[in-house]
């Protein structure tokens, strides 16, 4: 438990010397969660989704 703890205050130290590479360890992970978000809202409006309609086959075209 103590090695973790150095480790911690380690890594914050590291990053306040650098505060370019905090704004990047932040920026980073937060576009990836993002971007995986907006593609499975994609897939999941698209393809997972099913129909609003509770007997697809019941409606007449408007050919008909």
């Known amino acids: ?9 380690y890594g914050f130290r590291s990053l306040l010397k650098r505060p370019a590479s905090a704004v ?10 993002s971007a995986h978000t907006a593609f499975f809202s994609t897939i999941n409006a698209l393809l997972l989704k099913p129909l ?11 050919d008909e």
Do not use: C, Q
Request: hydrophobic share 40%.
């Open 1 to 9: 438990m103590n090695t973790l703890s150095k480790d911690v205050r």
């Open 24 to 33: 990047f360890a932040v920026i980073t992970p937060a576009l990836e969660i």
């Open 52 to 62: 609003p309609f509770s007997d697809p086959d019941s409606h007449r075209s408007l």
